[in-house]
């Protein structure tokens, strides 16, 4: 195989109570990429649609987390990529993530798989630190993965899979305002009480309880988020509405994806879920702010290739 077409998810991260360790893929929202050997050692980011991204393999996280691969592999020859973007960078649907998990599961793909998904991540962290300044994994474990996973130690890195219920589906409004993941970092609180730990971690394991025994009224109960979501969502307008809305319309929760100023919600079943979508755009509509909306089912795959 001299060559792998891909498509590469965008990815939930936090999912209210899970703040860096928690995270989701999306069935039907991501990118597309192309991933080609080439004799010449070395990454080359050959064409790039749909945003203006740098070609530059160093500063474009396909091309890092691509170096950082190269470097473990046994192979002498090198890559050609190509990115075509759906995600709008700075979205907080991942759209870094998708880049970085594309090309190195593509590249893995391409040299008959010598490393495991949990390696992938660590060198797709790499593309993440360049986005961001830190190598979080919590959208490249479930870019890679596929579904929910859990990352239960950066050191050493365990992720976990989580089993999602079939009936999940996801609504994200993407308010487009551009929000960047380092700048919504620098707001955050290094300290919290032991107050909101308690309830924090109550729900985290009331989450991954709920997504174990499809239980959707606990995964419901669950998506709340008291630490991070308080300072962060005064940066997105309508929030409040937006998630009270969500609600209201029958969704399970709602929080913010990743770092905004995407907001998500989660839903038992499509028909909800395109509810909570129209609810979503009824506020956005009186804002003037332009806004995309996705409906998706979670994901139970990764990086996949396609036709
Ligand atoms: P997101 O949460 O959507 O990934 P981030 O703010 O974390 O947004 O990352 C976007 C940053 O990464 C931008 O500064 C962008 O220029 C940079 N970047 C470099 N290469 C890529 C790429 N292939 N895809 C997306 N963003 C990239």
């Known amino acids: 195989m001299e060559e792998v077409h891909i498509f590469c998810p965008a990815t939930?991260?936090?999912?209210?109570?899970?703040?860096?360790?928690?995270?989701?893929?999306?069935?039907?929202?991501?990118?597309?990429?192309?991933?080609r050997k080439t004799e010449e050692p070395g990454i080359k980011i050959s064409k790039i649609?749909?945003?203006?991204?740098?070609?530059?393999?160093?500063?474009?996280?396909?091309?890092v987390a691509g170096l950082a691969l190269l470097e473990k592999a046994n192979y002498k020859g090198g890559f050609e990529i190509e990115i075509h973007k759906k995600i709008k960078p700075g979205s907080?649907?991942?759209?870094?993530?998708?880049?970085?998990?594309?090309?190195?599961?593509?590249?893995?793909?391409l040299l008959g798989?010598?490393?495991?998904?949990?390696?992938?991540?660590?060198?797709?962290?790499?593309?993440?630190?360049?986005?961001?300044?830190?190598?979080?994994?919590?959208?490249?474990?479930?870019a890679l993965f596929g579904g929910f996973t859990l990352v239960r130690s950066y050191e050493p890195l365990d992720v976990i899979p989580i089993p999602t219920p079939t009936a999940l589906y996801a609504t994200v409004i993407h308010p487009q305002i551009e929000i960047k993941t380092a700048d919504s970092r620098k707001i955050l609180k290094n300290t919290f009480s032991l107050t909101q730990g308690i309830k924090q971690w109550g729900n985290v394991g009331g989450l991954v309880a709920g997504l174990f025994t499809n239980d959707y009224e606990l995964i419901g109960r669950s998506l709340e988020d008291h630490i991070i979501e308080p300072i962060r969502s005064i940066l997105i307008p309508e929030f409040a509405n937006v998630t009270q809305a969500a609600k209201?319309?029958?969704?399970?929760?709602?929080?913010?994806?990743?770092?905004?100023?995407?907001?998500?919600?989660?839903?038992?079943?499509?028909?909800?879920?395109?509810?909570?979508?129209?609810?979503?755009?009824?506020?956005?509509?009186?804002?003037?702010?332009?806004?995309d909306i996705h409906v998706s089912k979670i994901a139970t795959k990764g990086v996949r290739t396609i036709a």
């Open 49 to 63: 649609t749909g945003q203006d991204l740098p070609l530059t393999t160093e500063k474009n996280v396909a091309g």
């Open 113 to 142: 798989n010598p490393f495991t998904l949990s390696e992938l991540v660590t060198f797709a962290m790499q593309g993440e630190k360049l986005a961001s300044n830190v190598a979080h994994a919590d959208n490249v474990a479930p």
């Open 248 to 291: 209201k319309a029958g969704a399970l929760g709602a929080g913010i994806s990743g770092s905004g100023p995407s907001i998500f919600a989660l839903s038992e079943g499509e028909q909800i879920a395109k509810k909570v979508a129209d609810a979503m755009r009824k506020i956005y509509s009186s804002t003037g702010i332009d806004f």
């Open 12 to 35: 939930i991260a936090n999912v209210s109570c899970g703040f860096d360790v928690l995270g989701l893929a999306l069935d039907s929202v991501g990118d597309t990429m192309i991933v």
């Open 92 to 109: 907080g649907i991942g759209s870094s993530a998708a880049s970085s998990a594309g090309a190195v599961a593509g590249m893995n793909m």
